[in-house]
């Protein structure tokens, strides 16, 4: 993919230049206006964070309007096709990333990845491959697609995982299955379902999120 990612933005509630950055990846069919809706909660949190919500790159191929990180074989093999479709969409996602981190003089380390559904496995598989480890990554009712190399000597950011157990679209038990793999790789996971929740944020679930970006970010 050569695209270039693009989409809603906002400005440090500081009113200062951006001693952090949140990248919001929405999910499949969606768009940046969609999970930018997160940064108001997160913003007292981080008043100094520059929070980005990139449009995927892709038009979605089933549906009138939104977009895709990757395509999905709703008729077919699904896993194969995240396997397939993370991989690809990776590159556009760490050039973003490296884009971003030239601009504003940020690093991964003062960097939060969080993601819907499709945005989640971006964020995961994209934030678990860099060389450097983010300040964390949030994942909302996604899968872990481990990119190459992933194993117990890879980079180790903290990473939260909140997930639905009534999800019929992204299984609640995949992101279960995550964080085995996270926590035997000596990743440092939390994990939070929603009971009574389908493919959505639940408020608990948000709560729980925002209590993670608290405790990574050192925020009182």
């Given at each position: 993919m050569t695209a270039t990612l693009s989409g809603?933005?906002?400005?440090?509630?500081?009113?200062?230049?951006?001693?952090?950055a949140v990248v919001l990846l929405h999910g499949y069919g969606s768009d940046g206006n969609d999970l930018i809706s997160l940064?108001?909660?997160?913003?007292?949190?981080?008043?100094?964070?520059l929070f980005l919500a990139p449009n995927a790159p892709e038009p979605c191929r089933h549906l009138d309007v939104g977009h895709q990180w990757f395509d999905v074989e709703f008729?077919?093999?699904?896993?194969?096709?995240?396997?397939?479709g993370v991989?690809?969409?990776?590159?556009?996602?760490?050039?973003?990333l490296e884009d971003l981190w030239a601009q504003t003089g940020l690093s991964a380390s003062d960097t939060i990845l969080a993601g819907f559904s499709q945005g989640a496995m971006m964020a995961l598989h994209a934030g678990l491959s860099l060389p450097e480890p983010l300040m964390g990554i949030v994942a909302f009712s996604g899968a872990f697609v481990p990119p190459?190399?992933?194993?117990p000597t890879s980079i180790k950011p903290p990473v939260c995982l909140v997930h639905g157990d009534l999800d019929t679209v992204v299984d609640a038990h995949?992101?279960?299955e995550a964080?085995?793999?996270?926590?035997?790789?000596?990743?440092?996971?939390?994990?939070?379902?929603?009971?009574?929740?389908g493919h959505g944020i639940a408020p608990d679930g948000l709560a729980f999120a925002t209590a993670f970006v608290r405790e990574i970010s050192g925020s009182d």
């Amino acid at each position: 993919m050569t695209a270039t990612l693009s989409g809603p933005m906002l400005a440090p509630r500081s009113g200062g230049a951006p001693r952090q950055a949140v990248v919001l990846l929405h999910g499949y069919g969606s768009d940046g206006n969609d999970l930018i809706s997160l940064a108001p909660h997160w913003q007292p949190v981080l008043p100094e964070a520059l929070f980005l919500a990139p449009n995927a790159p892709e038009p979605c191929r089933h549906l009138d309007v939104g977009h895709q990180w990757f395509d999905v074989e709703f008729d077919g093999d699904r896993l194969a096709s995240r396997q397939a479709g993370v991989a690809l969409a990776r590159p556009v996602l760490v050039r973003f990333l490296e884009d971003l981190w030239a601009q504003t003089g940020l690093s991964a380390s003062d960097t939060i990845l969080a993601g819907f559904s499709q945005g989640a496995m971006m964020a995961l598989h994209a934030g678990l491959s860099l060389p450097e480890p983010l300040m964390g990554i949030v994942a909302f009712s996604g899968a872990f697609v481990p990119p190459e190399g992933f194993g117990p000597t890879s980079i180790k950011p903290p990473v939260c995982l909140v997930h639905g157990d009534l999800d019929t679209v992204v299984d609640a038990h995949l992101s279960a299955e995550a964080e085995q793999a996270l926590a035997a790789a000596g990743i440092s996971v939390r994990h939070h379902v929603s009971h009574g929740v389908g493919h959505g944020i639940a408020p608990d679930g948000l709560a729980f999120a925002t209590a993670f970006v608290r405790e990574i970010s050192g925020s009182d």
